[in-house]
């Protein structure tokens, strides 16, 4: 049976991603700071994340879920401590698991890694700066690793979903809120359950020909 890592898995696109992984047969390790996951851990803790890597007994699948909003304010109103933190969670931290699981996915010749970003990365959202800077990031990490990996049986994809109505986006302003969802042709947010599709997905043998690209999921507003 193949093992899944999924962080961020207390709520929101981490929680879904971790049942329907399930319901595909995989045995699915669920990590958060805190709520009703298998590990409490701090994903900017690297001896944190390589020891529950370890103590999970080797892993298949990774999914990086775990990710903050950070300053929800214009650019000129945020403080480098603001900066710092959102690129710890939503970049280091990501690197931080896939470091830990990815030389076990090279020594058993296959592995999934889907690393959640936004189309944020893309478009970049006002009064995100941090936040959009940050799903960049996340993007051209897994188009690099994605290409270092590719020979090797190691498969690295994103996910640029647009606004998915998870708790995540109760820390998000109103009307900024309201933009970003005016954005979306189809005129709605999205669903986690939606985006667990495309996850299972790109966790999946059916995913073979697949590497370092960005996968949108977005009601229409994507342009490219």
Request: with cysteine; net charge negative; proline share 4%.
């Amino acid at each position: 049976m193949r093992r899944a890592l999924v962080t961020g898995a207390a709520s929101g696109l981490g929680a879904a991603a971790a049942v329907r992984l399930r319901a595909d047969g995989l045995e699915v390790v669920t990590l958060d700071l805190t709520g009703d996951v298998d590990a409490h851990v701090d994903v900017t803790d690297d001896a944190a994340v390589a020891a529950a890597v370890r103590e999970a007994g080797g892993i298949d699948v990774l999914v990086n879920s775990a990710g903050i909003v950070g300053p929800n304010k214009p650019l000129i109103e945020t403080t480098a401590d603001e900066w710092r933190r959102t690129f710890e969670v939503n970049v280091l931290g990501t690197v931080a698991t896939m470091r830990a699981s990815i030389p076990g996915m090279i020594e058993r010749g296959w592995g999934r890694i889907v690393n959640l970003a936004s189309m944020a990365g893309k478009d970049g959202n006002p009064n995100l700066a941090a936040y959009s800077a940050t799903k960049a990031a996340v993007i051209a990490l897994t188009k690099s690793a994605g290409k270092e990996l590719a020979t090797t049986g190691v498969l690295v994809n994103a996910i640029a979903p647009a606004v998915i109505n998870t708790p995540m986006n109760a820390t998000t302003a109103p009307e900024v809120l309201e933009h970003i969802t005016n954005l979306i042709p189809m005129k709605r947010v999205g669903t986690a359950e939606e985006v667990a599709e495309l996850i299972a997905w790109l966790c999946s043998d059916k995913v073979s020909f697949s590497t370092g690209a960005v996968y949108d999921i977005s009601g229409g507003r994507a342009t490219y």
